[in-house]
């Protein structure tokens, strides 16, 4: 069974400059969060799906933070303009049933 | 609110040696507990979690992990070290319902030394 996959897996930018990340969530997997991931610190979620609904996106920002998650499967995080502070790991995370969650790789961000 | 505390940020120790990580949780009601393992560049992976009953749980690569509600603390140990399990280290516990949501410490990167 295929893991969470990401892409890419890095990512250096310029700052104002926009910048997307891909997920695609194990097969079956109803939900689907990100997490961002800065230096030395645990994860902390940005926004999780049910199927292709946004049911917590508290913690996004989103005056230049966007997410999308077409037809319940895949989905696309984007941030537009990037600012020096956006530099992180951002990774993805699904799970089907339960709380067990499976991480993708992550998608590490360099903002200069 | 519930949160998670690693007092550790790192710790040595020499392969073969026991190992004992720390986290205390606050949470307001029976918690759902993890450890994750995080290599460089890699993502998280799961390696044991505690829902109910046995408080000592065991989980992959050799680790276990006791649940102690009246020290509100989930330790995660390991008898005998291996240079491969130099990494970092991640308890995290779950949110209330059944959202999933992960609230995570600030982790511990471990150095094994031969």
């Known amino acids: 069974e295929a893991g969470v996959v990401q892409s890419p897996r890095y990512k250096i930018i310029e700052k104002k400059q926009p910048v997307a990340f891909w997920c695609n969530p194990i097969?079956?997997?109803?939900?689907l969060y990100w997490y961002r991931q800065n230096l030395g610190q645990g994860p902390e979620l940005l926004i999780r799906y049910e199927n292709e609904e946004a049911v917590d996106d508290s913690q996004l920002p989103k005056d230049r933070f966007s997410a999308e998650r077409l037809k319940g499967v895949d989905s696309t995080l984007k941030i537009q303009p990037a600012e020096l502070g956006d530099s992180a790991v951002y990774l993805c995370a699904s799970r089907q049933q339960g709380y067990e969650q499976y991480f993708g790789p992550g998608t590490r961000l360099t903002v200069t | 609110a519930q949160s998670v505390t690693q007092p550790d940020i790192h710790i040595t120790v020499s392969e073969g040696a026991s190992l004992e990580l720390r986290c205390n949780y606050s949470y307001g009601a029976t918690p759902y507990l993890f450890w994750y393992v995080q290599s460089p560049g890699q993502g998280l992976q799961l390696l044991l979690k505690?829902?109910?009953?046995?408080?000592l749980v065991q989980g992959i690569k050799g680790f276990e992990a006791e649940f102690k509600r009246s020290q509100s603390s989930f330790n995660l140990r390991k008898p005998s070290v291996h240079w491969s399990d130099a990494a970092e280290y991640f308890c995290?516990?779950?949110?209330?319902?059944?959202?999933?949501?992960?609230?995570f410490g600030q982790g511990t990167t471990l150095q094994v030394k031969p």
């Open positions: 097969s079956g997997h109803n939900t």
């Open positions: 505690y829902f109910s009953g046995d408080t």
């Open positions: 995290a516990v779950a949110g209330s319902s059944n959202t999933g949501k992960l609230i």
